[in-house]
């Protein structure tokens, strides 16, 4: 089977941490692809190793989110019988051998939302190293929610890993976001010597609560929501078929989304920490 990844790997002269940089787990979300072509040919590692990892590029290819499954929620110890034969459940296969041997993760994404701003999905015992990526909202307590991401699976280890989300995906500037967190992420770890981009102490901490998948047919959002949009009274979000659902006064929302298939991702519930 042709590889549906790409390796670059770049070794220091010295001794140090062992990290791993993912771009185009989504396909759509060009972005950290960008970054890392223009990062890569001038890019040398003093300490450590770092491994990056274009992660589907048959999905890169097609401008899609994905072929057969969200490669997104792949990385499992045990995958289902439609993962293990989809192309993403392979290739999820092909680069979790490079997450066990990583001391820490870096994964790039955007939001297919408009006007979404950068924010980081990490475990509650990383936010503080969450920081360092000069994002201003922190969002935790996703893996229950969505489990099989590449973050879960550092975390099911007991290792850092970092979904870096760098806001809206057709927005050029979110190549220079994720770029600055790819510079940061090297430099806390000491496999290169640069500025980190720290944001002030005062990061807005965003904990999932729920999420919402539709039961009854398809669902269609009410109106655009925007990312951590905050209910100021008990909310309509959209219709599960026929059926209204509701968030609560002073929730806030993500990743608003209409699904035609039933049991799809439709958004996200948080609260403010």
Do not use: W
């Not at 990062?39 to 992660?55: C, D, N, Q, R, S």
């Not at 901490?205 to 925007?226: E, H, T, V």
Request: aromatic share 10%; hydrophobic share 35%.
């Amino acid at each position: 089977m042709k590889s549906n990844i790409k390796i670059v790997e770049k070794q220091g002269n010295s001794e140090g941490k062992k990290l791993v940089v993912l771009v185009g787990v989504h396909g759509n979300e060009v972005c950290g692809v960008k970054a890392a072509d223009f990062l890569l040919p001038k890019l040398k590692i003093e300490f450590g190793k770092v491994t990056f990892i274009y992660a589907n590029l048959e999905a890169i290819k097609q401008n899609k989110r994905f072929v057969d499954q969200n490669l997104n929620r792949c990385f499992l110890n045990q995958q289902s019988l439609d993962i293990e034969k989809s192309l993403e459940g392979r290739t999820a296969k092909g680069i979790i051998p490079y997450l066990e041997e990583a001391d820490a993760l870096l994964d790039i994404h955007a939001s297919l939302t408009k006007d979404s701003v950068p924010f980081v999905i990490c475990d509650e015992s990383n936010i503080e190293t969450a920081k360092i990526l000069g994002a201003k909202k922190i969002v935790c307590n996703i893996d229950k929610f969505h489990p099989g991401s590449t973050d879960g699976y550092m975390n099911l280890q007991n290792k850092p890993g970092f979904c870096f989300e760098c806001g809206y995906a057709n927005d050029s500037k979110t190549q220079t976001v994720a770029e600055g967190a790819i510079i940061s992420f090297l430099t806390y770890y000491g496999c290169i010597e640069s500025k980190i981009n720290q944001s002030n102490n005062k990061s807005e901490l965003i904990k999932i609560i729920d999420s919402y998948r539709n039961r009854y047919g398809s669902f269609k959002s009410k109106r655009y929501f925007k990312d951590f949009e905050k209910m100021i009274e008990k909310t309509l979000i959209g219709l599960d078929g026929n059926r209204e659902v509701f968030v609560d006064k002073g929730q806030l929302v993500l990743f608003v989304r209409d699904r035609e298939k039933i049991n799809e991702e439709c958004f996200l519930v948080g609260e403010e920490v």
